[in-house]
C-alpha cells in the first residue's frame, strides 16, 4: 500500500501548486537523485572534489564565493546554471548589479571543476555545470568546517540568462523578514530553511557599502543602527571610514570568519550581525528561536543546512530532455 499513496500524495501536490506555477518544479524535482551519474560518469565526486580542492588551496575565497554562486542561480532561475552564462550585450544574470559583487573565484571554481570531469573520457560532456556548482558547494562547505552532505544530480542547464529575471528575486542587505520570507516560500523553502541558510554568513566577506547606512546614517533619531551592537558598530566604522576605499571588504563573522560553523548565530545574539537582513532574524520574534537553538547547537544548524540545501537544490531544475548538457559553462551550445 505503501507506493500508490505515496504516487497520490505525489499528484495531489503537483495539482496543488499548478496555480502558481511550481508543478513544474516539483514534479522535476522528483528526477534527482544522489547515483544519477552511476553508469556514465561514477566517478564524477572525486572527480570535482580533487578540482575544489585544489582552487580551495589557492584562496579560501572559493568557498563563499561558490556557494553565494549557487544561491544567485538557485534563486533567481531555478538550479540552471545560467548565473555562468555570458551574454553579448551585457544583459545577463551576472550583469545585474546585485550580482556584480560576485566573486570570480566562484565561477572559476565551476569552470576548473568541468574541465576536471571532462578530462575524463567516460564523462566528457556528459555532467552539467548544474550539477557541478552544486557538488561544487557542497565540498566548500565542507572543506571549510561544514557538514558533508549528500547531493541530488540530474540537472541540465538552462540556455537562457537576462539581466530581467534578476529583479526582486534576491534578498538584499537591507530585507525584513516579510520580504525575506516571501522570497523563500516561493521556493517552498520555510522559515527553518530561511534561517539555517542564512547562516552561509558564517563566511564570507561584504563591502563597506552594503551595510554604511548602519554605522552612519540609521535614521534622523539615531545614526547607528540600535540593534546594532555599539562596539561592533565602532569597530565597524574604524575599518569602514566615511570617505573608504570601496574595495576594502569586510569579514561577514566576526568571531570565526574563515570557519563554517554556528558562530554567525551566536553574534546575532550579542547584535553583531553585519546586515540588517541579518540581525532581523534575531530581532523578529518569529525566528529568534530558530537562531537561538542554532546558536545553541552546531550539530543542529548544519543538520537544518544539509536540509535546506537540498530543497534549495531543487528548485526550478531542469531535467530529462529539458535544457542541455553545456560544453562550456559560459555559453549555451
Known amino acids: 500500500m505503501k507506493n500508490p499513496i505515496w504516487v497520490a500524495v505525489l499528484v495531489l501536490v503537483v495539482l496543488t501548486d499548478s496555480k502558481n506555477n511550481n508543478n513544474i518544479i516539483i514534479g522535476y524535482a522528483q528526477l534527482l537523485r544522489t547515483d544519477f551519474y552511476r553508469t556514465t560518469c561514477p566517478n564524477v565526486e572525486s572527480l570535482v572534489r580533487a578540482a575544489v580542492q585544489a582552487k580551495f588551496r589557492q584562496t579560501f575565497v572559493t568557498a563563499p564565493a561558490t556557494l553565494r554562486l549557487f544561491f544567485h542561480d538557485c534563486l533567481v532561475r531555478g538550479c540552471d546554471g545560467s548565473i555562468m552564462l555570458a551574454v553579448p550585450n551585457g544583459q545577463a544574470e551576472k550583469d545585474h548589479p546585485d550580482n556584480l559583487s560576485l566573486a570570480g573565484d566562484g565561477f572559476d571554481t565551476v569552470v576548473k571543476a568541468k574541465a576536471a570531469v571532462d578530462s575524463d573520457p567516460q564523462c566528457r560532456n556528459k555532467v552539467s555545470c548544474a550539477d557541478i556548482l552544486a557538488l561544487a558547494t ?35 542587505p537591507g530585507s525584513n523578514l516579510d520580504q525575506l520570507s516571501s522570497i523563500f516560500a516561493s521556493h517552498g523553502l520555510d522559515l527553518t530553511d530561511l534561517v539555517a541558510l542564512s547562516g552561509s554568513h558564517t563566511i564570507g566577506f561584504s563591502h563597506c557599502s552594503r551595510f554604511a547606512n548602519r554605522i552612519y546614517n540609521f535614521s534622523p533619531q539615531s545614526r547607528i543602527d540600535p540593534s546594532l551592537n555599539l562596539q561592533y558598530a565602532l569597530q565597524l566604522r574604524q575599518m569602514c571610514p566615511i570617505r573608504v576605499d570601496p574595495r576594502i571588504a569586510i569579514n561577514m563573522d566576526p568571531a570565526s570568519p574563515n570557519t563554517f560553523d554556528n558562530a554567525y548565530f551566536q553574534n546575532l545574539q550579542q547584535g553583531r550581525g553585519l546586515f540588517s537582513s541579518d540581525q532581523v532574524l534575531f530581532t523578529d520574534g518569529r525566528t529568534r528561536n530558530i537562531v537561538n537553538q542554532f546558536a545553541a547547537s552546531n550539530v543542529a544548524f548544519n543538520q537544518a543546512f544539509a536540509l535546506a540545501m537540498t530543497k534549495l537544490g531543487r528548485v526550478g531544475v531542469l531535467t530529462g530532455s529539458q535544457g542541455e548538457i553545456r560544453i562550456d559553462c559560459t555559453r549555451p551550445n
Open 138 to 172: 557542497r565540498d566548500v562547505v565542507n572543506l571549510a568546517g561544514g557538514t558533508f552532505y549528500p547531493v541530488e544530480l540530474g540537472r541540465r542547464d538552462g540556455r537562457v540568462s537576462t539581466i530581467a529575471s534578476v529583479q526582486r528575486r534576491l534578498p538584499g
